[in-house]
């Protein structure tokens, strides 16, 4: 016997317990007649009100399971989340609930929450379809909301990737782990031991460093002192400092008109000199000369020359004497 009628039998039968909800779209109008007719099954009315843009699920005499009213109104939640009727309608059945994860509080800047709700899509919806995959739920990203269907531990899995994607961990890192725990739930082996050994451990790299200093000065090194540095001047006081403040208007037009000649003067000095410079003789270097030394032979007839005029002389002197 199916839950549905196994619960007619434990509780009593609910009378007209109402649950309504605003939908912003209009799209659920062309399929109402599906859900009211799954809904007829249950035992449960539902009306549309496409004045006031509201749907409502209530039961009737014909109601035989009390929790029906709510299956029936996550059926008008995920509506109103645009999730498409026929999917929709898979929420009635035994062993399927839902969950609704609102994304747009967990990012502040909306540039920011818009690239990281497209990680949840991937390209092509590549990484929405591995997920749906992996967790065995049927996973719908509109606006500001993700909407999911599908068992228990699957809709526990896909609402910690969301979480974890809107705090900047790439939805990848959990496809790898869920394929890897996939892979390990098929050896009955390993039922009874920690998979922590075999799963992924992605490091959290904080890419918002402080930006070191190229110079760190030493504050040890400066003796503290309780009183704040001087205030630096400003440029009314430098003027008064220098008596420029009290100079008049045209006084200082001509102050301003000279500073600025002379600087002109000084380029032109500069420019003149750059110019002549090219036109400059260059400077000869003096060739020094090697004074060759005296070779032994040449000192020595040297010598010889001396003693024989040394002694031609005293010649002459002694006959001169003898005279």
Known sequence: MPLRQRTMLLAPSPRNLPSQLSFPNTENSKAWPLITRSLEKYGVACTLDL????MTVKTTRKTYDPSIILAARDLIRLLARSVPAPQAVKILEDGVASDIVKIRNLVRNK????????????????????????????ILVQGNTVSAMGSYKGLKESRRVVEDCMANIHPIYHIKELMIKRELIKDPALADENWERFLPHFKKR?????????????????????????????????????????IGKQAKERAVREHREEKQREKQREKKLGRERDFLPLKEEKVKKHKKRKRVEDAVEDNLGEKKETKKREKSEAKGVEA
């Open 111 to 138: 540039e920011r929450f818009v690239k990281r709700r497209q990680r949840i899509l991937g390209p092509n919806g590549s990484t929405l379809k591995a997920l749906e995959l992996l967790t065995q739920c049927y």
């Open 206 to 246: 904080t890419l918002s460093k402080r930006r070191k200093p190229l110079k760190i000065t030493d504050k040890s090194k400066k003796t503290y002192t309780p009183f704040p540095p001087p205030q630096e001047k400003s440029k009314v006081d430098m003027q008064i400092e220098s008596g420029e403040y009290f």
């Open 51 to 54: 004045i006031e843009g509201s």
